[in-house]
């Protein structure tokens, strides 16, 4: 178990740098080469952006749509990660990826800039963000589309998961899930022996140490004790989520929630698929398919994407019928 050659050969740059550091300009240089990829990423031919406001529980909610050219018979509302405090639609977790996905599969992706829990917001109003955008796409956006996917990375798979379990009694229900490295429980689950190993021989900028994770969730809750199961869906009833897709980093402290999540569904019947991009440290959708794992998980997404476009929905929308 060991970092991809082309990170490997970087991690150098960030001895001695924590993820607090960013703020400090020679230490901010550094983070910048470390994230530069193997080549240049440019936007797919054909792919339409379109950028909307639509109106939240709390206020605007800027989103971001990535149409394919060869048309939209199925959406994907796409949310990034960032730990709940961070990212942005111009993030590659978020602009890559949808623009990939969406020439990739086909498809309509839809990226939502919800609001960070920063400045005194907190859990829930992520999720509402989240939420509205998903019915807005459904109801208004493309009423039309043949299927509905919902999915996101990190910080975004939990909202992704959030704003399902919601929706599960509804017409607006997924009908696929995609969830890239998901953040789904608290405490995480401890690595085995050997993750655990490799793990330390990164530096600390590229690990998830337990008072870390902690921290983010004192931040997006408000407390890490006596948490709601909507905002760590890994403690909800899963039972009925719609088949789900997952993309777990090998060298990540957060793999063994997508593990666990993965046994989850899998115990209550859930249909899953997975992919372990090995070699990769979390947040590996945060760069360019130029790195060879990364097109990986982008073509298991996409491919997850055209299976779902190729099936009719199994819960009726809004005045339909199966």
Request: charged letters at 20%; aromatic letters at 6%.
């Amino acid at each position: 178990m060991q970092l991809d050659p082309f990170l490997a050969a970087k991690a150098h740059l960030l001895e001695g740098l924590s993820w607090d550091d960013h703020d400090d300009p020679a230490a901010a240089e550094r983070f910048a080469e470390f994230e530069l990829d193997p080549a240049a990423w440019v936007t797919p031919p054909g792919v339409v952006i379109e950028d909307h406001t639509i109106d939240g529980p709390h206020g605007p909610v800027p989103l971001r749509s990535y149409k394919s050219p060869a048309g939209q018979e199925a959406v994907l509302v796409w949310l990034h990660g960032g730990g709940f405090h961070a990212g942005d639609l111009d993030m590659p977790e978020s602009h890559v990826v949808a623009a990939e996905l969406a020439a990739r599969a086909a498809v309509t992706v839809v990226t939502v800039d919800y609001r960070l829990a920063r400045d005194g917001v907190r859990f829930p109003v992520p999720v509402d963000d989240a939420e509205a955008a998903w019915c807005w796409v459904v109801d208004e956006g493309f009423p039309q589309a043949g299927s509905y996917a919902l999915g996101g990375a990190s910080a975004g798979a939990t909202l992704a998961l959030s704003t399902t379990l919601r929706q599960q009694a509804s017409a607006r229900r997924p009908d696929r899930l995609l969830l890239a490295y998901p953040f789904a429980h608290f405490p995480v689950p401890a690595l085995d022996t050997a993750s655990a190993a490799a793990m330390h021989l990164l530096p600390s900028a590229m690990r998830f140490e337990p008072a870390a994770i902690a921290e983010v969730v004192r931040n997006y809750i408000g407390r890490i004790s006596h948490l709601p199961a909507e905002a760590i869906p890994g403690a909800a009833d899963l039972s009925g989520l719609p088949p789900t897709s997952v993309v777990l980093s090998e060298l990540d402290g957060l793999r063994s929630s997508g593990e666990l999540l993965l046994e989850q569904l899998a115990e209550v019947g859930v249909a899953t698929d997975a992919h372990l991009a090995t070699g990769m440290p979390h947040g590996h959708l945060n760069r360019t398919p130029s790195l060879g794992e990364v097109d990986v998980s982008l073509e298991f997404f996409a491919g997850a994407l055209r299976d779902m476009a190729r099936m009719r929905p199994t819960t009726p929308r809004s005045g339909e019928r199966l």
